[in-house]
Structure formats: structure tokens, C-alpha cells
């Protein structure tokens, strides 16, 4: 197999190599012939948000992303505006309701802005939903058509927790800028001549929220209905501090271009940061967007200067003695980690970077995280502690503690 067949649409428009996307991402090598469910990576993230309009232009001036395409009234969809967003191999699609009666509007009631669509690229859309209802999952939309002068484009979506959905995408016969009945547009925004070409070249994993108890239910549609394999798994005093804890299990892909940890709460003293969430969002729902980036320091230092505001990292997990034992030398000194709040956290495979902003919409629900690998193929397991504190701190300032 070369490396041109391996790489998504997305990763060679991005200019990304394999080499590069097994430090970002954690690539791993893998035999697609007998996977049931083959899926070839992220395709793209769909928003469902109070206003598009002004979302779109608050990704592009604050996280740096590159308008591409765009669907609305003037294109002839009098639904909704649909602005297609990229940085590197990521695509964000962000919705927002035109028509009073779009079931977008009414999602958005209900849920405040989130995503509403995790939408793969895969080589086969009919073998993957033959599969998956074998496996008893829901299909929501059948395999179909849908073709404009740049070809065409093959789809169909399967429900997964929630109201969220998986968007199967094969686009091997497509050269158009998203979809059919999208336009390419780019936007008036001049990005400054002294930010960086991008702040993040790839998603690595995306978090699903779901309710007391269901959490294995979830892993195992991840591992029949899609082929996915159990990556790792975090309970009792994993992710837990005096007083709130949750349980998490992590499934991937075959190649682990896609990651879906998924958690759960787990009975303690008070309301955890999942019991928020579900509480907020008014069920499951994707919980965070992992970003990579191959320089964290920059991607933070923009986009504190942006306005974006980080959980706080208390200086006494800094000055730890046996962190700084267990994680040896980074290429950072620990002191830049510091003034910036970013965790670091080591296993046999190598080291990780990491820090997590604060809610970036109104209600306490969806949030950003950045990572920056080098080996390390995990999620951070020693960094849980440090930062289930500060959720807990930012939950107590909101009331929800």
C-alpha cells in the first residue's frame, strides 16, 4: 500500500505526510483486508450553532482557520447557512438555522452549540452500512448519490450516542470543495502577517459523553457495529479526586487516525464534570475536540493572546518532585510549560503535551483540548488528577458544584 493510497483526501490537501501524522497523531500501522467496517479517517466535524454567521468568523480570526466553501439561501438552500472551515486535515461544517421551522433551530434549543455529526471518510459506504445493520445499528440516512460538475460523492449515516451521528463519506470520485450543493467561497478576513500558517494540523481524538451505565454499551457498538478496538481504559481511582470521579473507556480505528474515548459519570460525593455536561447538553454528546499541533507554545500563545482562556494549572504540579522525576526531559523547559499551564505526561512510548480551554459556548458543555505527541500513544493518564481539579474549580465558580 503507498503512502498516496493511505492518506485521506483532507491529510494530502494539507500536505501532511505519514511520518508527520504518526507524531501528531499517533499513527500506527494496519491491514485493512479483513475489517468489516474499514474506515479511512475523519472526514468532518459538524457544528449545529446559534449563529453561523458569526461562528465561522470567530474560528477563522481566533483559531486561524481558512474558510473553503459555504451552502445557504444564495446557493439555493433555504434551510440553513453551512460554512466549511479547515486547518490542515481538520474540516469543521458549521450550521446555523435560516428557516424558523429548521430542525437545526430546534436541535439548537435543546442543546446549545455542539457538534451534531462525526462524519468519516470511508473506502466502501455500502460494505460499512450492510455491516453495521448486521450489528442492529440504526441507519439513518441509506447509501446514495449525490453528484455535481466535480463528480461525485457516495454517503449515508448511521445514530450513534445521542443525537449525534456518523456521516459515512466515500469521496474518491470527488474534486469539488465539500459536498454538492456547496460553493467554494474564501473570506475577507486577512489573516496577520506574524501568526503561524495554522494553529493545528490534525484531529486526534474526539470525547462522547454518555450516561450513568452506558458506557460499556457504547464500547461495544464501537467494537461490532464498526470494527473498532479497545485502545484503553480508565475507572475507579483513574479519573477521580475527593469528591467527583467518572470512568472512561477509549476505542479506535484500526489505524487509530480516529479515537472515541467515552465516558461516563461514576457515583461519588457531588456532580461531576460529566453529570454537567449531560445536564447542560440535555444528553450524550461529544464533550471535547482534540487538536494536534507540532508547537503547542505557539498555538497557546496565540490564542491566549486571541482571548481564549485555558483551565488553570495550579504551580504545585509543577514543582512536583515525582512528576518531574516521571517525565524526564521534554523539549520544553518546564518553566515555558508553567507560564503557560500546559501538562506533560509520559509513558513507555514517549511523552505528551497537553492543555484544555475553558467551555468556548455559552452553556458548560463542549471544549477545545491541544496535544502535542511525541511517542506517547495515551491520553494524558497522569495529567487526570490536575485536571479534574480545575474542571471541579470551574464548576464550583458556576454554581454547578
Known sequence: ?????????QERLAELDLKQLRQLVGLVEYDAQGDPFPVTGWDAVVWSVGNATQAALYFQVVFG?????????????????????????????????????????DHHRRHGDGVIDIALEVPDVDKCVAHAREQGATVLEEPHDATDEHGTVRTAAIATYGETRHTLVDRSRYTGPYLPGYV??????????????????ALDHVVGNVELGHMDEWVDFYNRVMGFTNMAEFIGDDIATEYSALMSKVVASGNHRVKFPLNEPAIAKKRSQID??????????????????????????????????????????????ELRARIGHVRV??????????????????????????????????FFEFIERHGSLGFGKGNFQALFEAIEREQAKRGNF
Do not use: C, W
Not at 1 to 9: F, G, N, R, V, W
Not at 81 to 95: D, N, Y
Open 333 to 366: 523547559p518546564i518553566e515555558e510549560l508553567a507560564s503557560r499551564g500546559i501538562l506533560v505526561d509520559r509513558d513507555e512510548d514517549g511523552y505528551l503535551l497537553q492543555i484544555f480551554t475553558k467551555p468556548i459556548g455559552d452553556r458548560p458543555t463542549l
Open 65 to 105: 482557520m481558512e474558510l473553503v466553501a459555504y451552502s445557504g439561501p444564495e446557493t439555493g438552500n433555504r434551510d440553513h447557512h453551512a460554512f466549511v472551515l479547515r486547518s490542515g486535515a481538520i474540516r469543521f461544517v458549521i450550521k446555523g438555522g435560516v428557516d424558523p421551522n429548521s430542525p437545526l433551530l
Open 184 to 201: 467554494a467561497r474564501s473570506s475577507g478576513y486577512v489573516k496577520p502577517g506574524n501568526e503561524p500558517k495554522r494553529l493545528f494540523q
Open 1 to 9: 500500500m503507498t503512502m498516496e493510497q493511505t492518506l485521506t483526501s
Open 276 to 321: 454537567e455536561y449531560l445536564d447542560f447538553y440535555r444528553g450524550p454528546g461529544a464533550q471535547h475536540l482534540a487538536l494536534a499541533t507540532n508547537d503547542i507554545i505557539r498555538t497557546v500563545d496565540v490564542l491566549r493572546a486571541k482571548g481564549v482562556e485555558f483551565l488553570a494549572t495550579p504551580e504545585s504540579y509543577y514543582t512536583d518532585p
